[in-house]
């Protein structure tokens, strides 16, 4: 279940450091690549773009590659470095370079792993076979304490009403492709993708060792439920309703709800924690669709749904028929034609299992405590523009606004990196054991760690993500805004650029990722990163009026023939994106006036400052996509597609239009009575 909302990819980078000013030239822009055979005012992105998207046809390997990607092969060459010279230092058994190398080292046996082939999950799948009918709530237990989440998802995460403890949450799950409409929509897009789902079932079950008729029943099984469970599944839009999601249920509700159930065993056994006195349910209706099917189906059917269960979980760790099965749909899924180079998988593996172990080490390296400083100065110039705006906004009464700006004030902020590290010791790595048995080792010791926190306080100064990532979030919980050190780099950041370029790259990052904590999800939580209402009606109401407008500006944008954006779904992300911009913005006049810099009249490289900032946020967002990767992020993604937070983004910008002479008979004009704008 994943309730945190974890902001965009966005790459953040330092701003300048003291002492660069606006007249030296661009570092993170390459104003060569500025495309003036389109007018700003038509398509800003491809007037940004357009020459660097035609000098980077994407390769086989990528369904989209971008200035993201750049960054990212930047961070995972270093990750590489780190790696590879631990294992050549010959570290001692048990030891974390140790482990880690041996991680690495497993992940690029091919050889090995092509001979062991299935033999590493027989075992268990013969388990899975022979259990008898009696012996089947003792085979669900086995399944969600060990190896998957079959008909629903539990787990503990901080209460939404009381962000300092935890609570445990029972949340609807099960379905293998992850949003319903694969399974329930009837178009071609639909279509196409449930067939090469089946296609994998009986592909990966054939590669496990059943013959192409079990497969053919396992995989008409497991549509069935899947199918079934997807029927009562929530939409994209409801899964952004949190208040929604809070129903709290006694122990003796939940057990009189979902009675097929042995929820006394069901905590003790697979959590190993005492039966907790409340649950929260997230979605009602689908977990009482997983209880009714639990007490409906045969054992053969039950049993084909948990065999792919398993096997999917297990297929990234084992032979190469199974990856390259699981690469021929992703073909489908995203229209990427090559999979990533082996040592990038291996690399990712090795990350997922000790990411904050090479963390710690890729901080030592790359992350000079310069960076963190400026970065600090950077958010609090950010924090204090927002607190202007909020102060200014003409549709909140003053009520709200204290209390807004009472959360702005209370923003925990995280840069680079952990203040204490995750402690592997524990975690057991043997040479011997197969990459698998290894993998799902590592997955047990993740899983006990964290029910290890229950019954505890809530521990906030954990991260999550490792510092080498190039992401950003915000966390609505811990009313947390947090930037690892791998995104603190060109073009988001760039000790040699302009003040102009790094606000429009690293301080919209920062202004995005708070204005998270007031968007249509952040707004629901407190200062204290409590679910609380903090709003008076009418101020609710004016939002949403906001809100909805946002929603149809991108709704209208056909994304490809017959295919439009999803406004409901980003919303989020909208209105962060255009609140990053506003703030970042502000926060950069403000710099420039305290160094006297009169941006009026300054140039650099020939663009007016203004110019540059927006040139950047721009810039940010080049890539080059296929058609199939643009209809699974409209689907999946709550985030829009790259061009869209450019073009549709900024038509509610006037100082943009400003910055650009943009008036009316310009696609990207807006008269001033449609634009939104809401932080």
């Keep these: 279940m ?321 990856t390259d099965a699981a690469f021929e749909f992703n073909k489908v899924m995203s229209g990427v034609q090559q999979q990533r180079p082996r040592w990038k998988r291996a690399l990712g593996a090795t990350e997922g299992a000790m990411g904050e172990a090479v963390g710690q080490l890729y901080v030592e390296k790359y992350f000079p405590q310069s960076s963190k400083d400026y970065m600090i100065g950077l958010v609090e110039n950010l924090r204090t523009a927002l607190g202007k705006h909020i102060l200014h906004l003409p549709w909140m009464s003053d009520d709200t606004k204290l209390n807004a700006l009472r959360k702005l004030n209370a923003f925990t902020v995280k840069i680079g990196y952990p203040d204490k590290w995750k402690d592997y010791s524990t975690m057991e790595i043997d040479p011997k054991l197969s990459y698998y048995e290894n993998m799902h080792n590592v997955s047990m010791w993740h899983q006990k760690e964290h029910l290890k926190k229950w019954g505890k306080p809530v521990d906030r100064t954990e991260w999550h993500m490792t510092p080498q990532t190039v992401n950003a979030y915000y966390n609505p919980m811990a009313n947390e805004i947090v930037f690892p050190a791998a995104i603190l780099q060109a073009p988001f950041f760039d000790p040699e650029s302009s003040d102009a370029e790094n606000y429009g790259g690293i301080g919209v990052v920062i202004g995005h990722e708070m204005t998270h904590g007031f968007d249509d999800q952040g707004r629901n939580f407190d200062a204290e990163g409590n679910m609380a209402n903090w709003w008076t009606a009418e101020d609710a109401e004016a939002f949403g009026k906001l809100a909805n407008g946002l929603v149809e500006q991108f709704n209208a944008v056909e994304v490809l023939p017959g295919l439009n954006a999803n406004g409901s779904y980003t919303l989020g992300e909208n209105i962060a994106d255009q609140g990053g911009l506003r703030v970042a913005m502000t926060a950069f006049l403000d710099s420039q006036k305290k160094k006297g810099v009169d941006v009026t009249t300054t140039t650099i490289d020939g663009f007016t400052p203004a110019q540059v900032f927006y040139m950047n946020y721009a810039n940010l967002w080049g890539q080059n996509i296929r058609e199939a990767e643009m209809r699974s992020l409209t689907t999946g993604d709550v985030h829009s597609l790259g061009e869209n937070r450019v073009n549709v983004t900024l038509r509610n910008i006037a100082p943009f239009f400003e910055a650009f002479s943009i008036k009316e008979g310009d696609a990207l004009y807006r008269p001033e009575a449609e634009r939104v704008i809401i932080w």
Excluded: C
């Design 2 to 322: 994943n309730l945190k909302k974890i902001a965009l990819l966005m790459a953040v980078t330092a701003t300048t450091a003291a002492g660069v000013s606006a007249e030296e030239h661009l570092k993170s822009l390459d104003a060569s690549q500025i495309d003036n055979s389109i007018a700003p005012g038509a398509d800003f992105y491809h007037h940004v773009n357009k020459k660097w998207q035609l000098a980077n046809p994407l390769t086989a390997e990528h369904a989209r590659y971008g200035k993201f990607n750049i960054l990212s092969d930047t961070s995972e060459a270093r990750v590489k470095e780190i790696v590879l010279n631990l294992g050549a230092a010959n570290p001692a058994p048990g030891t974390v370079a140790f482990k880690v190398a041996t991680i690495y080292n497993q992940a690029m046996d091919s050889t090995r792993r092509n001979a062991e082939g299935a033999a590493p999950i027989q075992a268990d799948l013969k388990k899975i076979e022979t259990t008898p009918h009696e012996g089947m709530e003792d085979l669900f237990l086995w399944m969600h304490a060990n190896y998957a989440s079959p008909f629903f998802n539990a787990g503990i995460q901080e209460d939404l009403a009381n962000s300092k403890e935890y609570a445990m949450y029972v949340s609807g799950g099960g379905i293998g492709l992850g949003d319903r409409d694969y399974y329930l929509l009837n178009d071609a897009r639909n279509k196409e993708v449930r067939e090469a789902y089946k296609k994998l079932i009986v592909k990966q079950m054939m590669n496990a060792g059943f013959k192409k008729k079990e497969a053919q029943r396992i995989m008409n099984n497991v549509m069935k439920i899947e199918t079934a469970i997807a029927e009562d599944t929530w939409t994209r839009e409801e899964s952004r309703n949190i208040p929604a999601m809070y129903n709290p249920r006694t122990f003796a509700q939940l057990k009189e709800m979902y009675p097929a159930i042995n929820w006394d065993r069901f905590f003790v056994e697979t959590m190993e924690i005492p039966s907790p006195e409340q649950v929260i349910v997230t979605e009602i209706n689908t977990v009482k669709k997983a209880n009714d099917l639990m007490a409906t189906l045969s054992d053969r059917e039950i049993k084909d749904y948990y065999l792919w269960k398993y096997v999917a979980q297990a297929a990234g760790k084992l032979s190469d028929n199974f």
